[in-house]
């Protein structure tokens, strides 16, 4: 049966959900073989056996760590030339997309990134120009490489004993960016914002007071996000734009509060399972992508629809 590569990208020596969805994916394709490169190897090996996964291939050593995205690539095209396989299938996150690349050009294979499907066939779904037209698209030349969003299909559940190998990697040199500091994101009680399921956004309409976008956000478990507009202003940081020049997000529901809608938002987060939007203005472009729209004052509604909620 032919194997499928998948990336296990973890944060703080946490397996994130995003892993079963690969590997998930994966099993459409064949076998799923999960690949770790990362010091850390003992803390997550445990963690995956909650996920269709049959093999983990184990790349152990402080060059991850040390030389970040280029030792990885470097880690995988090793794993890809022993193993060939169908595919190699990694998380559409801002490093995802770094480590896809620089594989590709070392693999000499196709790339598709932001892909929000991918089929037995290789046939990649994607979103593109902004949202607005959705391909399909394959790869025609070399090992097909595709990540994937996160929160594009349901983990499929599993108790899976998958065999370890373990394979060492001669670094060459090339891609060895030297990552001088390494500061973990600071991380609150709130889930991370591209993995979420539930993601409450505060656009210009909270005129800088994100207060009640936060208290709804924390009563249904949620990420909070911001429009460009809000954190060019200052009001929110941008590690928490949704947007096409910030994130992209696909959670089961996204709230945006007091966010017109333009295109650029629009862009990162309709491919989200249900959308809800409050906001003053009836034209408003974000009613267009809606599937529940709220006119009103997100200062009226907001605090309303929390009191509901704590009564519950």
Request: proline content about 4%.
């Amino acid at each position: 049966m032919s194997s499928v590569l998948i990336l296990v990208d973890h944060v703080g020596g946490v397996v994130p959900r995003a892993v079963g969805e690969l590997a998930t994916f994966g099993k459409r394709i064949g076998s799923v073989t999960a690949v770790i490169c990362s010091s850390k190897s003992a803390d997550l090996i445990p963690q995956l056996s909650t996920f269709p996964i049959d093999k983990v291939i184990v790349c152990d050593g402080v060059e991850f760590e040390k030389y970040s995205v280029g030792a990885t690539a470097q880690a995988l095209q090793a794993i890809v030339t022993k193993e060939s396989p169908r595919a190699v299938l990694i998380t559409s996150s801002a490093r995802g997309k770094e480590i896809a690349g620089r594989l590709a050009v070392r693999c000499d294979s196709g790339v598709l990134t932001d892909a929000i499907d991918i089929n037995a066939e290789l046939i990649a779904t994607q979103p593109v120009f902004g949202g607005s037209t959705t391909v399909h698209s394959s790869v025609t030349n070399g090992i097909p490489i595709v990540t994937l969003r996160s929160n594009s299909v349901d983990v499929e559940a599993s108790n899976s004993s998958p065999v370890v190998e373990n394979v060492s990697v001669t670094f060459d040199g090339v891609d060895k960016a030297l990552v001088t500091s390494l500061e973990p994101a600071v991380k609150g009680g709130r889930p991370e914002l591209t993995e979420a399921s539930i993601v409450v956004s505060g656009g210009r309409g909270t005129d800088g007071n994100f207060a009640p976008v936060e208290e709804f956000a924390d009563l249904l478990g949620a990420a909070v996000g911001a429009s460009r507009a809000a954190t060019d202003a200052g009001w929110y940081p941008h590690a928490n734009q949704v947007g096409q020049t910030g994130k992209t997000v696909s959670p089961q529901l996204y709230v945006a509060c007091g966010i017109s809608g333009a295109i650029q938002h629009r862009a990162g987060m309709q491919t989200s399972k249900t959308i809800v939007a409050i906001n003053k203005d009836a034209d408003a472009p974000i009613f267009d992508v809606a599937d529940f729209g709220v006119v009103g004052d997100l200062f009226a509604v907001l605090p309303q629809a929390s009191t509901v909620l704590k009564a519950n």
